[in-house]
């Protein structure tokens, strides 16, 4: 079974700049999440979908972060404009509702 | 917000010894869950608890659940040179691990030669 797939896997950006990540879950998995995982920190999530349905926005910073899964199966999660703070690694994950959630191997931003 | 506290934060030891890590909360959480990370990959999903008092092994890995839902840990036997990276534990408020998790800071697991 794949695993869930995640492009690209660097960036390099200047502040105030604009970027997109794309994510692919695994095959039927209903549910997908976008982490953003700081140097030395945990993972926190930033948005959650079920199907193509938003669930949980409540920590993702709306003013210049937005997150679509258009046809309920890959998403992608976008930065307008980055900031120095956004530098980070940004991750995502599914979930077939039962049995945890699998991570893909991110992406890192780095923001100059 | 919900934190989790997880400790050691760092462990130096050597081959063949066994690890133990925890987690705890103020907070109750549903499902507790331990992933470890490898440096430059994401977190893999080690062991899945479910059920307060649960405990559940995975080769040489044992975790249990807090029967007060708000600490859980993390017991590796033996361990190898491989065991090295990083542990995290996460919560869940929901019942399958559904929701969005919190996860600890993270325990760096260091093997000497």
């Known amino acids: 079974e794949a695993g869930v797939a995640q492009s690209p896997r660097y960036k390099i950006i200047e502040k105030r700049q604009s970027v997109a990540f794309w994510c692919n879950p695994i095959?039927?998995?209903?549910?997908l999440y976008w982490y953003q995982q700081i140097l030395g920190q945990g993972p926190k999530l930033l948005i959650q979908?079920?199907?193509?349905?938003?669930?949980?926005d409540s920590q993702l910073p709306k003013d210049r972060f937005s997150a679509e899964r258009l046809k309920g199966v890959d998403s992608t999660l976008k930065i307008q404009p980055a900031k120095l703070e956004d530098s980070a690694v940004y991750l995502c994950?599914?979930?077939?509702?039962?049995?945890?959630?699998?991570f893909g191997p991110g992406t890192r931003l780095l923001v100059l | 917000g919900q934190q989790l506290n997880q400790s050691p934060q760092s462990m130096f030891i050597q081959e063949g010894e066994d690890v133990s890590m925890n987690c705890t909360s103020s907070?109750?959480?549903?499902?507790w869950l331990w992933y470890k990370q490898d440096p430059g990959e994401g977190p893999v999903l080690l062991i899945a608890?479910?059920?307060?008092?649960e405990l559940t092994s995975n080769g040489r890995l044992t975790a249990q659940f807090g029967i007060t839902r708000k600490d859980s840990f993390l017991n590796i036997s033996a361990s190898i040179p491989s065991d090295v990276g990083i542990y995290f534990c996460?919560?869940?408020?929901?019942?399958?691990?559904?929701?969005?998790?919190?996860f600890g800071k993270g325990t760096h697991l260091i093997i000497q030669p």
């Open positions: 608890l479910y059920k307060a008092g």
């Open positions: 996460a919560g869940s408020t929901s019942g399958g691990g559904a929701d969005g998790l919190t």
């Open positions: 907070s109750i959480f549903n499902t």
């Open positions: 095959s039927g998995h209903a549910t």
């Open positions: 994950a599914s979930s077939s509702s039962v049995a945890g959630q699998y």
């Open positions: 979908f079920q199907n193509n349905g938003v669930v949980d």
